[in-house]
């Protein structure tokens, strides 16, 4: 069976929807790389298991129970199902804090195949391959000289090269902002980090500091990564 390999980037998401897409949808060999460290991707998943699930003891140790006297149910990522157990058991998993650090992993990277057991029934035929997933990758650039189109560019360009030498399709995937107070690191825009803009070329300078104008032309960030990539929405079967 031909397996699908066009690179493609998800519409902003939460960390926790992103996981259960990875999940749902890949087969070995799967990495998934993490542009950040481990201790801010981890705080990054609690906090969005706190706002889909406010009552989770886990999220929320100081909850109380529900009025029923009954504990609420846990999020589905942390009911250790043996589905969820073996899928995620098979899924290769790399933090990457900086953009040397990323071009470095990519430069050296070769998949290692993990056992997985049969597809389950309620997949559709066809809706799993194998990943080279990236968290954040457009987000790992800002801040660095190479927040803009050409530095995008070439990081893009780098991993959809990578993915095919070893047999997998490229998904990309940024985190969006949650409803109310809590805003990721590196998102741009408004909460929206496709719609961000960015200079043409790298060196780029602002006008009137960090926080103001790029000066030149700019061009946002979804339609570099749009160049590359196929936009995909989270259960339109992409």
Not at 21 to 45: D, G, K, M, V, Y
Not at 58 to 73: I, W
Not at 164 to 170: A, P
Not at 179 to 200: A, M, Q
Request: net charge neutral.
């Amino acid at each position: 069976m031909h397996l699908p390999n066009t690179p493609i980037a998800l519409k902003p998401l939460l960390c926790t929807d992103f996981i259960n897409f990875i999940l749902r949808h890949h087969t070995t060999p799967t990495t998934l790389i993490i542009c950040s460290s481990r201790e801010a991707f981890l705080q990054e998943l609690q906090a969005c298991i706190a706002h889909t699930h406010p009552r989770d003891p886990a999220a929320n140790p100081n909850d109380e129970t529900s009025l029923d006297g009954t504990d609420p149910p846990p999020h589905p990522l942390l009911i250790p199902t043996i589905h969820l157990i073996a899928k995620s058991g098979s899924v290769n998993l790399a933090f990457v804090p900086t953009l040397p650090h990323l071009r470095a992993y990519l430069a050296m990277y070769t998949p290692d195949v993990k056992h997985e057991s049969s597809p389950s029934a309620s997949i559709k035929p066809g809706s799993q391959y194998p990943m080279l997933a990236v968290w954040g990758l457009a987000s790992l650039h800002r801040s660095t000289a190479e927040h803009s189109a050409q530095g995008l560019s070439r990081s893009v360009a780098i991993a959809i090269e990578t993915a095919k030498l070893n047999g997998q399709r490229l998904v990309l995937a940024e985190s969006r902002a949650l409803n109310g107070d809590f805003e990721y690191d590196g998102i741009g825009s408004g909460g929206k980090p496709w719609k961000e803009e960015v200079p043409l070329l790298n060196g780029s300078v602002r006008f009137g500091g960090e926080d103001r104008a790029w000066a030149g032309k700019r061009v946002e960030v979804g339609r570099v990564v749009g160049r590359w990539c196929r936009f995909v929405t989270v259960g339109d079967g992409g």
